[in-house]
Every structure is written in C-alpha cells, then in structure tokens.
C-alpha cells in the first residue's frame, strides 16, 4: 500500500546531498501520505497507521531539511539512517489492500 510513499523516501536518501532533489521527493511522499490520508479516511486502522506515517515522517523532513545549514557530512549521514529507519518502520506498517 505504501510502496509509492517508500519509493519517493529511497529516492530522497539517494539524493540527500543534492537539497533541490531530495526536496522534491520528499514533497512527493508528503503528497502521496496526505492523498491516502483522504482517500483512507473512513478506515480507522489505515488512518490511524498513515497518521503515525505522517508524524515520523515530519521529523524525518525537518532533520534533512536542517542538515542542509550544516556543512558537515556525518549530519547527512544520520539523516539518511532516519530516512532507512522511516523506511523500515513504514514496510512494517504496510498492509495490502483487497
């Protein structure tokens, strides 16, 4: 179910040391959470677990977003542990839907 979201996520860990593009996927993971969100809205469990998503994901984003006024590298490299650690915590939480 979150395989787009999971995508746009590796996407912005491959590109974490280009700001513009891991921006851009990370705006796209935002984007497909917040779309689930509302298609999904009905669902207690699936909201509640997208909602969960959502706030691990905004610190995710506020990290990279500040390693960037950070020069040093080692803060890129813990940025890109979260995103594996969102990753992972994401695909746990994944269910398919029938």
Excluded at 13 to 36: D, G, K, P, V
Excluded at 74 to 98: G, H, W
């Amino acid at each position: 179910m979150f395989q787009k979201v999971i995508h746009q996520l590796e996407n912005s860990q491959s590109t974490l040391y280009s700001e513009e593009s891991c921006r851009i996927f990370l705006m796209q993971a935002y984007q497909e959470l917040t779309l689930m969100r509302i298609k999904y809205s009905q669902n207690q469990v699936i909201s509640e677990q997208i909602s969960e998503i959502l706030d691990r994901f905004f610190a995710v984003e506020e990290d990279a977003l500040e390693a960037y006024d950070n020069i040093h590298h080692l803060v890129y490299r813990d940025v890109r542990d979260e995103v594996q650690t969102l990753i992972d915590f994401i695909k746990s939480k994944d269910i398919q839907l029938v």
